[in-house]
């Protein structure tokens, strides 16, 4: 091979790397941060569902327990860092997205910290119903439909 055909190589070979990370950066918003492993499915599956489920059933009833608002708490305070993930790395795509995460999430988690730690029920189930808005918004414009 001539020392010119194998520069050829290199160069095209710099160009698909370009490109491929391009590409790669260009989808990455949304469905993925941009530099950090953790995909925006997996954010939702593993931290935002679990703990939305678990704010959920624990105000079914007044919780009866320092352990039920424990749990509570847990919750919401899991919800309310899972709105920081949600704006950081390049993830948020536009004001929909930000209003969803930093206005319904993050407010309504920290309302119902609040509620939680005054042990106030009523308080606890309006700021859930806030934060659940937080979903429907976000999903509306930025979740697939299947
Ligand atoms: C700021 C935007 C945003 C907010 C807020 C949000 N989501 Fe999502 N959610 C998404 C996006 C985007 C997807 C689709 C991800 C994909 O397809 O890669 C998704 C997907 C999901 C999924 C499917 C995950 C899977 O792959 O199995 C569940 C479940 C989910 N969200 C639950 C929730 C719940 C519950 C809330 C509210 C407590 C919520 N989400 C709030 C953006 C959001």
Redesign the pocket.
């Known amino acids: 091979m001539s020392v010119l055909s194998k520069r050829h190589v290199l160069g095209i070979g710099t160009l698909l790397i370009v490109l491929t990370v391009a590409l790669t950066v260009g989808q990455a918003q949304?469905?993925k941060g941009k530099s950090r492993p953790l995909?925006?499915?997996q954010l939702?599956?593993g931290l935002?569902?679990p703990n939305?489920d678990g704010l959920k059933k624990g105000l079914e009833a007044a919780p009866a327990s320092e352990e039920a608002w424990e749990s509570l708490g847990l919750h919401a305070a899991l919800?309310n860092e899972a709105s920081f993930v949600?704006m950081d790395d390049g993830r948020c795509p536009d004001g929909v997205?930000a209003d969803?995460?930093t206005k319904?999430?993050r407010q309504g988690s920290a309302d119902l910290l609040k509620a939680v730690e005054m042990k106030d029920y009523a308080a606890a189930k309006s700021s859930f119903g806030n934060?659940?808005k937080?979903?429907s918004?976000?999903?509306e414009k930025?979740?697939?439909k299947k």
């Open positions: 949304v469905k995909r925006t499915g939702m599956k935002v569902k939305c919800i949600l997205w969803a995460a319904a999430l934060l659940t937080a979903c918004a976000c999903h930025h979740k697939e």
